[in-house]
């Protein structure tokens, strides 16, 4: 099964379910952020603290639209005793579908893509850059008030076609309106 039949799979199955809030919300999340790539002459496995910044827009159907911009941090790794760096950013944009297990507990799955720009350094001297739109897949749990203000976790997944593995696992808070 290809990644996009999978992916709108579970968007199926979750827009299904009940949403608990509908409206526009806006977040930030700090996280982990991971960059894996090796070739015959390379190999870079990567972690650093990334950010990202968020809005959302969910309709009563458990259905919704996010999009927003996530910094990766800058992960570097030794290479041949010197340090390589990864400098990388991204916009997304994603289908949001969401289940409400309680009035102030949510699961959700999002697909989407990515345009992301990565700038590659050696020693703090640039070596290249390259950019790219890709797949993004995502899942999480929101754990909200009534206030609006709520808790929230999720893993997110990047099919990048020039990288072995990028992800990212953040924690954020989201303010629905």
């Known amino acids: 099964m290809n990644k996009f039949t999978w992916a709108t799979s579970i968007l199926l199955v979750f ?9 526009l919300s806006l977040g ?4 982990f ?10 190999s870079l496995d990567a972690t650093d603290t990334g ?16 999009g927003g911009y996530i910094d990766f941090g800058k992960p570097d790794d030794d290479f041949l005793g010197q340090t390589a760096q990864i400098d990388a950013e991204a916009w997304n944009l994603y289908g949001v579908g969401t289940l409400g297990l309680s009035d102030n ?3 959700f799955a999002k697909a989407g893509l990515i345009s992301w720009e990565a700038d ?3 020693n703090g001297v ?3 850059v390259d950019d790219g739109e890709d797949l993004a897949l995502g899942i999480g749990a929101k754990f ?5 203000l709520g808790l929230r976790a999720e893993f997110e997944w990047f099919d990048v076609d020039e990288a072995d593995a990028v992800w990212m696992a953040s924690l954020g808070l989201e303010f629905r309106f």
Do not use: H
């Not at 909200?144 to 609006?148: L, R, V």
């Open 144 to 148: 909200g008030s009534e206030s609006g």
């Open 126 to 128: 640039p070596v290249g």
């Open 33 to 42: 952020a991971n960059i894996e790539d090796s070739d015959q002459n390379f």
């Open 51 to 66: 950010y990202k910044l968020f809005g959302r827009y969910m309709f009563s159907n458990g259905f919704g639209i996010e």
């Open 15 to 23: 827009a299904a379910g009940t949403a608990t809030a509908e409206g």
């Open 28 to 31: 930030a999340s700090y996280g």
């Open 120 to 122: 590659s350094f050696l």
């Open 105 to 107: 507990f949510d699961v």
